[in-house]
């Protein structure tokens, strides 16, 4: 069965970097672009980045632009999230994502992880 | 960007009740819209994609429909499991925006 787990999750003062990891089984893990999700406390959902199936091409949301950097690694079936100069703002539980299709514009999730909460605060 | 915007933010039901949630987009797109339901502590599930396909599993109860900028989730008589919040999201290529939850509660 699919399975996400992401770790790397804690506390962290403002302005330090964190990498978080999604570990990815159950299926074709390098057929697939994979996203990042995250839910800050009491809040919605906020689509955060996404890479695609051979890591060509990355995108991201505005709020995260040239501080965050999505990466895959297919001969482990990890995915990362290295997050660099946080924010208060960015305190969240973060989720992967896997795609329901292969193709690429079909962008909803059918499977997520359970999340990975990331605190920053000094 | 498209912005998505749901309404009620906040629904009060009872059971057997049928629940409408209503998505709107702010420019019209095509039928890229998925639902999810999330309780709290939990990841959200997929119930719906492509506006109107119901994701395997999910009870028939769940239906979706609507195009353009319009679009709805109903659930035709609401059961003491489907008391959470439910979230829309457009997606294609290039973006992948949420609406802001609409919670559901016991009234």
């Known amino acids: 069965q699919v399975q996400l787990v992401e770790s790397g999750g804690g506390v962290v003062q403002p302005g330090r970097s964190l990498r978080l990891s999604c570990a990815a089984s159950?299926?074709?893990?390098?057929?697939?672009?994979i996203h990042w999700v995250r839910q800050a406390p009491g809040k919605g959902l906020e689509w955060v980045a996404v890479i695609s199936f051979d890591g060509s091409n990355k995108y991201y949301a505005d709020s995260v632009k040239g501080r965050f950097t999505i990466s895959r690694d297919n001969s482990k079936n990890t995915l990362y999230l290295q997050m660099n100069s946080l924010r208060p703002e960015d305190t969240a539980v973060y989720y992967c994502a896997k795609p329901g299709e292969v193709v690429p514009a079909a962008n909803y999730f059918d499977y997520w992880g359970q999340g990975t909460l990331v605190t920053v605060s000094s | 960007d498209i912005q998505m915007t749901q309404s009620p933010s906040t629904l009060s039901a009872s059971v057997g009740d049928r629940v409408t949630i209503t998505c709107r987009a702010s420019?019209?797109?095509?039928?890229?819209l998925a639902w999810y339901q999330q309780k709290p502590g939990k990841a959200p599930k997929l119930l719906i994609y492509?506006?109107?396909s119901l994701e395997s599993g999910v009870p028939s109860r769940f239906s979706g429909s609507g195009s353009g900028t319009e679009f709805t989730l109903t659930i035709s008589s609401l059961q003491p499991d489907d008391f959470a919040t439910y979230y829309c999201?457009?997606?294609?290529?290039?973006?992948?925006?949420f609406g802001q939850g609409t919670k559901v509660e016991i009234k």
């Open positions: 999201q457009q997606y294609n290529s290039y973006s992948r925006a």
């Open positions: 420019q019209s797109f095509s039928s890229w």
């Open positions: 492509k506006a109107s």
């Open positions: 159950g299926f074709t893990f390098s057929r697939y672009g």
